[in-house]
């Protein structure tokens, strides 16, 4: 790898970390849930409610996350994010109080939705067109790395601790939080930020830094993007001339959780359980998704910048389409421990990590002008959070309504994404190998 792609590889990775610890942090609670239940006496209302007040959470972080960032930084507000991430981990693992327990993972919630908006906000604004794809992407990578973690770290402990496994598993989450925060000092603002302060020498330095093909030209049109605007929260997000790029990131955001991803995350364990599989079986088989999670971002990574983001949307629609309804099938059927429910939900995560995991991030970050990238993005999240919260919140009720209840709802995620492919066909652009700049052109053109 060439020096200069080194350095903004390196950066890029260190403001992905925020990524592994948001994985970690969606995922860690699986394994926890039912101990949690147990533990302050929860029916299934409350339950649902101490799962999805994380999410309820990230709501909040994603909607405010992009105004300190214009204000202070990307930089600075990722160094409070992984503050919150270490300080959170502790205070939930030794929570004795319902009250407090879900105070803390309300707070870390609003880390995971900040780091939504500011994580690939600040990688797309340091890489240069041709790498963009690839390192925006390398987000979503650590989320599924971080959920992979959580998965693994939860059977291992649950292995090994006997007593309060559940205060391990959520504390661990402590050790990756403090790397994050000692790593995040390394980092430079990004380029676009510096022009938006005045500081258009020290952009251009940076710009030859992160591996520009051509840094004046790109100098050049940051400046002229933000000419005109005397300051970024003094553009509005639902102008006219926004509405092609707020709807997209809406729409793109909405398709994401109703494919069910966070449910299945959220209680892959149980899912497993209500087919038949023991508790140790269905922690294992817990890895085993995210495991395919991993792999196939992985694949995707390679392949985003030359097969383009809306190729990967459509085929991903296809398969999830497929195997969801063919989950929906055996739950229907009723039949127990039947190892096809592990086939199937593995084939849905490959497709789902291959396109939509792969693409959301770095969709959302490429198609809002500079002046309004920080107010898009927060939207886009915001939208992808108050989905989380609604898909995990009601995905126990409608699974436990009665004999059919999970196929039902396996149903609901299959015809989402039929509804999926035909949008993404019809109405979504292709943003692979353009400069920022150009693609905010051709969207007021389209």
């Known amino acids: 790898m060439k020096k200069k792609n080194t350095y903004v590889f390196t950066c890029a990775l260190i403001a992905a970390l925020g990524g592994l610890l948001f ?21 299934g209302f409350w339950h649902g409610f101490t799962v999805a007040i994380a999410l309820i959470g990230t709501i909040v972080g994603a909607m405010t996350a992009g105004k300190p960032a214009d204000k202070y930084g990307r930089k600075s507000v990722l160094i409070v994010i992984a503050v919150i991430y270490g300080m959170t981990a502790l205070a939930t693992a030794v929570a004795d109080d319902w009250l407090v327990f879900i105070s803390f993972r309300f707070i870390g919630g609003i880390g995971v939705g900040a780091s939504s908006v500011i994580g690939p906000m600040y990688i797309a604004e340091i890489a240069p067109a ?7 992407g390398m987000f979503q990578l650590n989320v599924v790395s971080g959920i992979l ?16 496994a ?30 938006l302060k005045g500081r258009s020498k020290e952009a251009l330095g940076l710009l030859k830094k992160l591996a520009s093909r051509d840094p004046e030209n790109e100098l050049k049109e940051i400046e002229e993007s933000l000419q005109g605007d005397n300051a970024a929260s003094s553009a509005n997000l639902f102008a006219k001339e926004y509405r092609l790029p ?30 038949g599989f023991g508790k140790d079986d269905a922690l294992l088989q817990s890895v085993t998704i995210g495991a395919t999670n991993f792999i196939f971002t992985m694949l995707a990574m390679t392949v985003i910048d030359k097969f383009g983001r809306k190729k990967l949307l459509l085929i991903g629609s296809i398969g999830m389409m497929a195997f969801l ?41 490429e198609i809002f002008p500079n002046k309004i990238r920080a107010k898009g993005q927060a939207l886009g999240s915001f939208t ?36 999926q492919l035909i949008v993404v066909f019809k109405f979504f652009p292709e943003t692979k190998g353009k400069s920022l700049e150009q693609i905010q052109k051709e969207l007021k053109r389209a």
Do not use: C
């Open 23 to 43: 994985g970690f942090d969606t995922a860690v609670i699986s394994g926890a849930e039912k101990s949690i239940q147990e533990m302050f006496g929860l029916d």
């Open 130 to 136: 041709h790498l963009r794809g690839r390192l925006v």
């Open 149 to 164: 973690l959580a998965f693994f770290s939860n059977y291992l402990i649950s292995s090994v601790v006997e007593v309060d």
């Open 166 to 195: 559940w205060r391990w598993m959520l504390g661990v989450q402590a050790l990756p939080a403090f790397i994050f925060f000692a790593l995040l000092f390394y980092i430079p603002s990004t380029p676009r930020l510096l022009v």
């Open 246 to 275: 707020v709807i997209l990131a809406i729409l793109v955001a909405v398709f994401n959780q109703m494919s069910g991803i966070n449910a299945i995350m959220y209680y892959a364990p149980r899912i497993f359980e209500m087919t």
């Open 325 to 365: 309804g063919m989950v929906a099938k055996t739950l229907f059927e009723g039949s127990t421990g039947n190892i096809l429910v592990v086939v199937y939900l593995v084939g849905f995560i490959a497709f789902f990590a291959f396109s939509q995991g792969a693409v959301i991030w770095v969709f959302i970050s």
């Open 384 to 419: 992808h959070w108050i989905m989380a919260a609604m898909v995990s919140w009601m995905f126990p009720a409608i699974a436990e309504s009665g004999a059919n209840g999970g196929g039902v709802a396996f149903m609901i995620f299959s015809v989402a994404m039929l509804v």
